[in-house]
């Protein structure tokens, strides 16, 4: 079962797609800043992160910087309420697979899922 960490720092969305990604097979757990990301990773199995870029503390941009100056190599999603081009562009810069808007389109989602999961790492 592939292992999916939600870090935004909306627990109801938290939850929600929690509970989606769940109800489809996947394992999931979240955080609510980007904050101990790293170390959940290094104690945690991770293979995708769903990562928002405006959170309270460290946001999406520097938890991407940090993921790949540890040399972290795990697949992450960018979910964001922040959607544009400029956004979408570095976060790829920094190493993110993909980019999606909130709200989401579930279905669109696991598509974007099944395709990051796919994709060497």
């Known amino acids: 079962m592939e292992s999916i960490l939600i870090v935004d720092d909306d627990i109801n969305l938290c939850e929600a797609l929690s509970e989606e990604l769940t109800a489809v097979g996947y394992n999931t757990s979240y955080l609510l800043s980007g904050e101990g990301v790293v170390e959940y990773i290094n104690h945690n199995s991770v293979d995708l992160i769903f990562l928002d870029l405006k959170m309270p503390g460290k946001n999406g941009f520097e938890l991407l910087q940090e993921l790949e100056f540890k040399n972290i190599d795990v697949r992450t999603i960018v979910l964001t309420g922040y959607d544009d081009v400029k956004s ?3 976060s790829a810069e920094l ?4 980019f999606i808007s909130k709200p989401y389109d579930f279905d669109e989602l696991l598509i974007t899922i099944r395709r990051t ?3 060497e790492v």
Not at 95 to 98: E, H, T
Request: hydrophobic share 40%; aromatic share 0%.
């Open 117 to 119: 999961m796919q994709r």
């Open 88 to 90: 979408a562009l570095h």
């Open 95 to 98: 190493g993110a697979s993909d």
